[in-house]
C-alpha cells in the first residue's frame, strides 16, 4: 500500500505527543493531528470558501482520484462528484 493507507498496516500511528507550548496546560497532550494543512495543497479562494471538514474532504477526494490512476485523465471535472455526509462538522 502507498502513502498513508499503508501506515496502519505497518504498525504506524499518527497518534502523537504534543509537545508545543500552546498544549503544556492541556490535562491531556496526545492527538493525531493532520498530516497535511489545508493552506498547502488548496488555494486561497478554497480555503475561504470551505470550512475545515470540507477542507479535509476535498484533499481526500483529490487524492482518491490520483491514487486511482485519473490524475491526467481527459474526464470532464464537472462531470465528477463525491458524496459526503457529515454528523456533527462540516
Known sequence: MRG???RPARGCSG??????PWAA???VRIAAPAA???AKVLDRIELRRLDRCSQFALMAAREAWADAGH???SVDPDRV???LAS???G
Open 4 to 6: 498513508h493507507l499503508g
Open 15 to 20: 497518534v502523537r505527543s504534543l509537545t508545543e
Open 25 to 27: 496546560d492541556l490535562p
Open 36 to 38: 497535511v494543512e489545508p
Open 71 to 73: 490524475g491526467g485523465s
Open 81 to 83: 462528484g463525491v458524496a
Open 87 to 89: 454528523g456533527m462538522a
